[in-house]
């Protein structure tokens, strides 16, 4: 089974500080991405990576940025963290498939706090 | 602009009864609709997916439609099992692109 694991469950960090999110998946998968999940909004896209040190702003890149050095490891990276960041963070991975999508395999999120 | 819209936040439904979810989009570009589950505190699973050049894709107790014309699907479960009380995502799809998703609705399932 692929599995896509998220270092943290749960953070908690002060405005300001710069956080970093981990994720690795262990199936060579080329293809990563980072959401975020909140009430009412659904998953919304920040960031994905096709290939290693590649990377694609989704819908709401302000304020994040990314890191794939290796094929396996995707970060998630707040500059200087802030009150609307607090969120759960969720990581995803997909092999490259051409003309039909396979489903994501998600990992199991990082609930995020800033306080 | 959203692209994937979910317009019922959540569901009720009883055990052993049908639940209908619903899902609209704006892009006709699409190439797959998938739908996702979710519990609390766990990652979104792969629940069942659908191309736009079909109508209907069934997996057991869960069968999705697709009309193009209306830009619209849905997602049938029957019969309803309190073990399906989750979020239900639906997404969007086409090459080159990442997964679009909807804002959820939230099922609840009573025995």
């Known amino acids: 089974d692929v599995k896509v694991t998220q270092s943290s469950r749960y953070l908690v960090k002060r405005t300001g500080e710069k956080v970093f999110l981990e994720c690795v998946q262990d199936?060579?998968?080329?293809?990563m991405f980072w959401y975020r999940q909140d009430p009412g909004l659904g998953l919304r896209l920040i960031y994905f990576s096709y290939d290693v040190k590649m990377k694609e702003k989704g819908d709401i890149p302000e304020g994040y940025s990314v890191s794939r050095e290796k094929k396996e490891r995707f970060s998630l990276i707040l500059e200087s963290a802030s009150t609307n960041q607090t969120s759960m963070y969720l990581c995803a991975s997909t092999p490259t498939t051409g003309a039909k999508p396979y489903g994501y395999t998600f990992g199991s999120g990082t609930r995020l706090t800033v306080v | 602009d959203q692209q994937v819209k979910q317009n019922s936040p959540s569901l009720s439904v009883q055990e052993g009864r049908i639940s209908i979810l619903n899902c609209d989009y704006t892009?006709?570009?699409?190439?797959?609709f998938l739908w996702y589950k979710k519990y609390p505190a766990e990652g979104p699973t792969f629940l069942i997916s659908?191309?736009?050049?079909?109508d209907k894709n069934e997996d057991g107790r869960f069968t999705v439609f697709l009309n193009k014309s209306a830009k619209h699907l849905s997602l049938h479960i029957v019969p309803s099992q309190p073990g399906d009380s989750a979020v239900y995502f639906c997404a969007a799809w086409m090459a080159g692109t990442a997964l679009i998703f909807g804002k959820g609705t939230t099922l609840s399932v009573s025995s």
């Open positions: 199936m060579d998968h080329e293809n």
């Open positions: 659908i191309s736009s050049i079909k």
């Open positions: 892009n006709s570009m699409f190439d797959y």
